[in-house]
Structure formats: C-alpha cells, structure tokens
C-alpha cells in the first residue's frame, strides 16, 4: 500500500477518500459477491484448494474488481503488480513480465492485474499468452465489457471469466452502515433519504461512497429526505454505451418487450435508451421491424405508425418526437402478434436457394413479341378477374415444383379474417383441380 501512496506523490497520513478507507482487508470483507467468492463458490473454492487460475473479472463499475484481485494475490501468496490498459504500452508489458520472470526464478509467483484489459489491441492481448501458459504470471483482468466481444478467443481459453453483480440494496446498506461505524456517526437522512441516495449510486459501491461523504460533509440541520438529496447531489447518468453490449441489450429488451405485450416494460426500455443518449433512429428501425417480424399482418396499421414514428424523428428531433417513438412502442406491444409473415418469408426463401434454376410456367410469361407468343409464352392464361368469383385457381408455381405453403395466416387481429380468405381460396383451388380447371396441385389449410 505504501507503494501506492508513494508513487502518487502522497504520504500515507494524507486524507484518504471514505472508498479507499473502508477498502477490504480481506476477501469475507467483499460485499455482493457472494456466488464467486463464498467458500463453496467457484474462487473460494479455487483458495481452499490453493491454486489460482488466471481469470477476467467482468461486471460493472464500483463493485470491487480491484479490490478482490488485490485481496486474491494477498491469500495465494503472490506479488501484486497492477497495470492500466488506459496508460500502459507495449514497452510498460515487457518491464512487468521480466519483473514476474525474475520473481519467479527467486521462488515468488507474480499475480499480474490488468484493469480494463479490453482496452488492449488484439496483438497485445496475443503479447500474455506465453507467459499465461508457463505459468510465469497469473492473469487477472478486469473489465466492464462483455468479454466475448473484447478479448481475443486464445486468451480467453486460457482464462475463466467471473462475472461480478452490480451491488444490490443489501449489499449498498452494508456499506452505509460500514461508513456509519468508521465515522462515528449516523448518516444525517431519512430513511426515504438513504433510499434516494442508493438509487442514485445504481449498484455502484465507490460512486455510493463518494456519494456518502458529500452529506456526511454538508452537516445538514436537519436529516435530508429522497427530495433533498436529488437538491443536494448530482445524479450522474446511467451507464450506456452506444457501441458497446448494453447498446444491443437494451434494444433487444424493448423488442422483446414489444413481442411479449408488455406495455409498461416496453415504455420503460425506451426510456432508458434515450435517457442513455441512444439515436432516435436506431429506436425507430427496430420499431419498424418488429411491426413486420412481430405482429404483420394481425394488425396491418402496425407498420404504418411505426413508419410514422420513424418520419417523426426526421421531422422533429428530440425531444419531441420522443413522444411519437412511445405512441408507436404502446401501438406494438399493445397490438395482436403474429409472425406468420415473418416464417413465410424465411421459407419461401429457402425455397428459392433450393430451385433457384427453375422458371415460371408457360401460362403467367410476359409476350411482348411475336416469336414469343408463338413460343407458347402466355398461352392458356386465365384472368382472374373474369374468371367466377374473382379466382382462375390456376397455378403460378414452375411447372417442375409442387405448391407449397409458405404463409400461414394465424386466428389473431386482422390476420384471422385473412385465414378464413386463404382458406377459401384453397378450397376452390381443389374444387377446380378436380374439375380439370387447373393443372395446380390442391393444398387444404
């Protein structure tokens, strides 16, 4: 610890952060992640058996990555030796692999912690797979990205990944009541008050520290309550990245918000995406496509008004057209489902792929010219209009492939009066195969 004070150009006796006071000393100390470092959980497990495996720590800000992996090196009886993917280079990685090959040679392991390892390149992720392998370092990442897209397939293989919670309301209190006990005194807020500034702090012990301290500090008459502390502290905005996981979690929650009929779970996820900064247009494309994916044919004023969220947001731009991207998101999730179009688009595709080669039949080409009408192109063709009830029943399908049924209409919304159409059209097709009217093959729905 005295080397950290040191190289920040501190003494050991200068006023410290209430996050860094209260830092564990040891790994019980760790609050809110009990699923990996509990006894009988995989890193407890992993102590108790005295081996240590490198390993990412992936989870959100403020919840103790660095700490436990500080903590990890103290009980395996290994040096601690930090870098930052932010500051350190290629040449930083070299000084502190000799320096771990040189420990190792005098009989001491070397607990190597990178934070925020996502941010190397994939060549200098490459740069720690030999010295993972013999063993002369033990990795420990940490990140707050999903590593399956950050981090390079060979280091993960040599690597298990722990994921971290966010801290909970338990979890939050524990550390209130520590700060409680370390200062002496109550925190001076009300219940609603401590509620409010757990909430601000979203599952972040550091921030809900740092948070703690600034009314420790302010020494208020009287206790603040939830409207006080949004008066007094900054709410800082929720963790989004645009480019990044939560980016596509987000986005795949409100659609499948919206295919589930959940109104309110719906509004609440657009919320949170354009409280987070999200473009308005990606919203309103998604939007778009789950009026076809989701619902088609069952509501067919669905995709109209999500296309005319979608024009909103050219036309007004935030804010206003926020309002509109909620209209069409309540439309949608409030709105009959059916996926039937979607299903028959994916199988009258791979019907294409599979009979690509074949041609229309001679009956429904085009005969712009002589020679092609001597060719037989149109001959025999029934119009439908003409014909009784609107319908020839002839086929349309190449001569060389059966009828196949793609779309199957569903008995929901709109959808269901369209059933009751095809199906009818399916009979009379029968009917008139049987007649002789129509070469097509009948298909009952």
Known sequence: MSDLFSAAGLDRD???PLADRLRPTRLEEVVGQDHLLAADMPIGRMLAQKRLASMILWGPPGVGKTTIARLLAAEAGLEFQQISAVFSGVADLKKAF?????????GKGTLLFVDEIHRFNRAQQDGFLPYVEEGVVTLVGATTENPSFEINAALLSRAQVFVLKRLD???????????????????????DGRAALMGFADGDGRHLLAL???VFSLKPAEPLDAKGIARTLQRRAPAYDK???????????LHKSIRGSDPDAALYWLARML?????????????????????GLADPTALLIANAAKDAVHFLGQPEAELHLAHATLHLACAPKSNAAYVAWKAAQAAAR???ALGPPMHIRNAPTRLMQELGYGAG?????DAPDGFSGQSYFPDEMERRVFYRPLERGAEARIRERVQHWARLRAERKRAGRSGDQGDER
């Open 98 to 106: 000799e320096a771990a090959r040189a420990r190792r040679a005098a």
């Open 169 to 191: 309301e338990a979890a939050l209190g524990l550390l209130l009541a520590r700060a409680e006990t370390l200062l002496g005194r109550a925190l001076p807020v009300t219940d």
């Open 14 to 16: 200068a006023p410290r």
């Open 275 to 295: 409280g987070g900064g999200e473009d308005p247009l990606f919203i309103a494309r998604r939007l778009v496509r789950a009026a076809s994916e989701d619902i």
């Open 212 to 214: 703690a301290e600034e």
């Open 354 to 356: 599979d009979t690509g």
């Open 381 to 385: 063709y029934a119009y439908d209009h």
């Open 243 to 253: 480019d990044r996981e939560e980016h596509y979690n987000l986005i795949s929650a």
